[in-house]
């Protein structure tokens, strides 16, 4: 009798360790959705901000239109559907590569400077800017809790029963690690001369040396003709 006693003991103890772990992965599972619903959310702002932008500068720039058409490509891909967080997050970094170069274009155009529409939506685009790298803070950290919930053992068995599975990360690869963020500030960036990106500095002077003989003045130049 108390053998079987305390082998029901451990049935039940094991089914209410795999309950709260089933439960805590599943919880876990739904705050990466909502944090990624949230994102999504912050990026649809995004991408509206930048086309009222493209429309604003069309009407001061309308002749350059290889970057207004960059950024209207990146745009569309960016809000392509069905995205991975790792497709959506290289999207989102090439339309900020495009916007950049917008902006950098802008600066000539000392009137759409002015335009108070235009200062309105970078000032609107920078604060979402702020907020999608909050988001994407949050999104990360319940990402890393899921995964390393996944991966380790005991619960990784009760993950693969239930098919469980890692989530992805909200950040581009390599030397791109903030995605979705645009500097507008980048026009006080010091910008070394073209010739430091062709390797072609001119050699310095050579100094002059001490040794009076090695350095001829003019009329010793002359009468030595």
């Known amino acids: 009798m108390i053998p079987l006693l305390i082998t029901l003991g451990v049935?039940?103890?094991?089914?209410?360790?795999?309950?709260?772990?089933?439960?805590?992965l599943v919880?876990?599972?739904?705050?990466v959705?909502?944090?990624w619903r949230q994102i999504d959310v912050e990026l649809?702002?995004?991408h509206d901000l930048i086309g009222n932008l493209v429309e604003t500068v069309k009407g001061y720039a309308a002749h350059e239109r290889g970057t207004l058409e960059d950024v209207i490509r990146a745009r569309s891909a960016a809000m392509a559907p069905g995205q991975s967080p790792a497709q959506q997050a290289e999207s989102e970094n090439m339309l900020s590569q495009a916007l950049g170069r917008l902006i950098a274009v802008?600066?000539?155009y000392p009137d759409l400077k002015a335009n108070a529409n235009f200062t309105a939506l970078q000032q609107e685009l920078t604060n979402t800017e702020d907020r999608i790298a909050?988001?994407?803070r949050y999104y990360n950290a319940t990402v890393r809790d899921l995964n390393t919930k996944v991966e380790t053992f005991p619960s990784t068995i009760l993950a693969g029963m239930f098919t469980i599975g890692r989530a992805e990360y909200f950040e581009a690869e390599g030397e791109q690690r903030e995605p979705v963020r645009v500097?507008?500030?980048q026009r006080d960036a010091t910008i070394p001369p073209p010739q430091s990106y062709a390797g072609s500095d001119p050699a310095p002077a050579p100094a002059?040396?001490?040794?009076?003989?090695?350095?001829?003045?003019p009329d010793a130049e002359g009468g030595a003709r």
Do not use: C, H, M
């Open 11 to 24: 049935i039940v103890l094991v089914g209410l360790w795999a309950v709260g772990v089933y439960n805590g």
């Open 27 to 31: 919880k876990l599972r739904n705050l």
């Open 33 to 35: 959705q909502e944090a």
């Open 44 to 46: 649809t702002r995004r």
């Open 106 to 108: 802008a600066e000539a």
């Open 134 to 136: 909050s988001a994407r």
């Open 183 to 185: 500097d507008f500030g």
């Open 208 to 217: 002059p040396s001490a040794d009076p003989a090695a350095n001829p003045s």
